[in-house]
Structures are given as structure tokens and as C-alpha cells.
């Protein structure tokens, strides 16, 4: 009797953990990054290597830190967790040699462009884009003002506004404030409804596969899990099935050496190694558990971040 009200009392906790877990999930809002927008930075100069946008050059320019920090305290004001460009910029300038690790793998392939290494360090799950143009009447000025959000896993765009403040002498930053504030409303409820459906259908991303030189088997191998017999490919599919949410993902590409999976939806959070503790999960740390699992045939895998939602996994040999 004493066994089976402890148990039911368990159940309940439970159950009760459970939805609590559930209802702070729900309860989230997603990190966001307020970056200048590309084709704003390429128009007024801001770019280097041959049209990559230099985010630090941009940054120098006091209208830009003006609008980029006003942008992100109306964000903040609502609830948003903030990730700062200037932050992410000093954390990037650490990575000297990172550059040469990803393009010396597989030929070169594995390249990370600026904007790739920006998303994969600031680890924020939605970008913001600001544009802005400031118009002069006499003693009297105008803004006008774009912003797109944008998903940083997959840089597809969630929403864009427009707005425009009044002709008047007052400051840039209360002129930004009242073009931003008339759509406002509109741009986070667009973001949370992508984040609610990102939380329950999991992030999107690209994961490729590849069959390193000294790889003893290929992705059309006969291999054996669980009694089965099956090529590599499927066991790989196999863990996809298991480890996606709903098993959702779809083969993109597919020969003896190269696998590319398109629309992979992860979990948003996992448990870390060590404690067990809750954490955010993008593509990288989503695949890493693989190699343990693929250890069984030999395989030893190695995974490249590419941003956040993108992540070339290696298959070698031991």
C-alpha cells in the first residue's frame, strides 16, 4: 500500500516536472542579434574581401552603434535576451587560426564566411537587420527605418517592417524610436510565433556528411546494427530517425562518399555531458553524439560547425 502511494506520488512530481519544464519552454524568448543588413552595409562602403560586410568598419560610424544600441533596448524592453555585435566581434578577434582549420578539411569545402562565424559564436537564435536613412527638410529631419528578422540557422527571413517618424528637430535617437515604435508590435509577435513553432518542432539545419581518405568503409558499406543487416546510409538515417524531432529531416544528396540532409529539425535543448544540466543545442553539438555511435563500426567522426545550423560531420577510420 506504503509502495503504491510513494509511487503514484513520483508520478505526479513528475508529471508535474514535466509541465513545468514545459510551460518554461513556452515561457522563452529567443536570443536575438541586432546587425546593420548587408545590402545597407554594401551601399555606404562597409566591406572588405571582396564584398564581405565589415562589421567592425561599420561599427565606426556613430549612427550605426546609435541605431544598433537603440534597436536593441527597444527589443530588451520586451523581454528579449540580447546578444551584442561589438561583444561577438571581440570574441571572433581570439579565432585567428580558425580560418585555416576549416578550409584545410576535405579539400577545402568546409569554408565559414564571416557572417557564418559571427552567427556561430554570438549563438543568438534569431537576427534582427537594421537599415535607416536619415532625411534632412530645412532645420527639420526624418527617419525612415527597415528591419527584417531573420533565422540564424537557416537565414530564412521571419518578417520585415517599415516605418517612418514625423518631420521635426528632435534627436535621431527619438526619431528612431517613434518609426520603430508604430510597428514594433507587429515584429515580436512575427518572432515569437517562429520561436514557438521552432521550440515545438525543433531548429532547422543542414547537416553533410563526408567519407574522409582513411575511412575503411563508404556510405554504401554492408554494415550491422541490431541484428540487421543495411549500408551505412540507412544506420545513419536509422539515427536521424531516432534522435530528430518526429524524425523529421530529408536526404538531399546521397553517393559512396558524401551525404547532404536538408530541413533536419533538432531539438532546441539537450542535456550537457557532465551534470546533466539543461542547454541550448545547435547543429555542432547536436551531431556530436553520432561518433559514439558510429565508434561501434570502426568510424571515428569528427564534426565542423558552419554558424549555427550547419555542421559537416567527417567519417574516418580509427
Not at 503504491?4 to 519552454?25: C, G, H, P, W, Y
Not at 549563438?123 to 527605418?145: C, L, T
Not at 532546441?268 to 539543461?278: I, S, T
Request: net charge negative; proline share 3%.
Amino acid at each position: 500500500m506504503i509502495r503504491n502511494i510513494i509511487f503514484v506520488f513520483m508520478s505526479m512530481f513528475s508529471l508535474f516536472s514535466t509541465a513545468q519544464d514545459n510551460n518554461e519552454r513556452r515561457a522563452m524568448k529567443p536570443t536575438i542579434m541586432v546587425v546593420p543588413e548587408k545590402a545597407w552595409c554594401i551601399n555606404h562602403g562597409y566591406t572588405k574581401n571582396g564584398g564581405q560586410v565589415d562589421y567592425e568598419k561599420a561599427l565606426l560610424n556613430n549612427d550605426v552603434l546609435n541605431v544598433i544600441i537603440k534597436m536593441g533596448g527597444i527589443m530588451e524592453e520586451r523581454g528579449y535576451p540580447l546578444k551584442l555585435l561589438s561583444s561577438t566581434l571581440d570574441e571572433l578577434s581570439n579565432e585567428e587560426t580558425l580560418d585555416m582549420t576549416l578550409t584545410s578539411k576535405n579539400d577545402g569545402e568546409i569554408v565559414e564566411n564571416d557572417l557564418d562565424k559571427l552567427l556561430r559564436v554570438a549563438q543568438a537564435d534569431i537576427i534582427v537587420n537594421i537599415a535607416f536613412e536619415r532625411k534632412s527638410y530645412g532645420p527639420r529631419n526624418m527617419m525612415e527605418f527597415r528591419v527584417t528578422s531573420v533565422d540564424a540557422a537557416t537565414s530564412k527571413q521571419i518578417g520585415g517592417e517599415i516605418g517612418r517618424s514625423s518631420a521635426s528637430g528632435a534627436p535621431m535617437s527619438i526619431l528612431l524610436e517613434e518609426s520603430v515604435l508604430s510597428f514594433i508590435d507587429n515584429f515580436s509577435a512575427s518572432i515569437m510565433r517562429f520561436f514557438q513553432n521552432t521550440v515545438d518542432k525543433g531548429r532547422e539545419g543542414t547537416i553533410i556528411f563526408k567519407i574522409a581518405t582513411d575511412s575503411p568503409l563508404n556510405f554504401e558499406s554492408n554494415v550491422t546494427l541490431n541484428g540487421e543487416t543495411g549500408e551505412l546510409n540507412e544506420v545513419i538515417d536509422y539515427w536521424l530517425d531516432e534522435n530528430t524531432v518526429n524524425g523529421s529531416y530529408s536526404t538531399s544528396s546521397k553517393s559512396k562518399v558524401r551525404l547532404v540532409y536538408e530541413q533536419v529539425r533538432f531539438p532546441l535543448f539537450g542535456k550537457g555531458k557532465f551534470g546533466g544540466k539543461q542547454k541550448a543545442l545547435n547543429a555542432e553539438s547536436f551531431m556530436k553524439p553520432i561518433g559514439t555511435f558510429l565508434s561501434q563500426f570502426g568510424l571515428i567522426v569528427s564534426v565542423t560547425p558552419i554558424g549555427l545550423g550547419k555542421a559537416y560531420v567527417v567519417i574516418g577510420g580509427q
